[in-house]
């Protein structure tokens, strides 16, 4: 799988470099966010730019993610998230719980990075 991790201004930003996340990339994607967290991560962008097509397995993991950042006292934002993916957030209502921007910028300075 195509992922980077990288840090701004304190803020832990994951870049996803396929076109379709979902079965079976999605292991090493939610490890490697759970493995940020689990280190002490509370600000957490995941940049979809590159991501045109998410399943629903996609979207109850990022819906794990943002729980698990929660629960850790964090927040996950998504950034650059295609029409195609925002439509799909938006018709099971994950949209309601996670934050997305138009693109990693916006996500980074919502954080005041």
């Known amino acids: 799988m195509n992922i980077t991790t990288d840090r701004t201004n304190n803020v832990a930003v994951i870049r996803i470099g396929e076109a379709r996340l979902m079965y079976p990339l999605l292991s090493e994607f939610s490890s490697a966010v759970?493995?940020?967290?689990?280190?002490?991560?509370?600000?957490?962008?995941?940049?979809?730019?590159?991501?045109?097509?998410?399943?629903?397995?996609?979207?109850?993991?990022?819906?794990?993610?943002?729980?698990?950042?929660?629960?850790?006292?964090?927040?996950?934002?998504l950034a650059g998230v295609q029409k195609r993916v925002e439509t799909m957030l938006t018709m099971t209502g994950a949209h309601n719980f996670l934050k997305m921007f138009p693109d990693e910028a916006g996500a980074l300075q919502s954080f005041g990075a």
């Open 34 to 77: 759970t493995q940020l967290i689990a280190a002490g991560e509370r600000k957490v962008v995941v940049n979809l730019s590159s991501v045109g097509y998410v399943d629903s397995a996609t979207i109850g993991c990022l819906m794990d993610l943002y729980r698990q950042a929660s629960a850790a006292g964090g927040s996950l934002k």
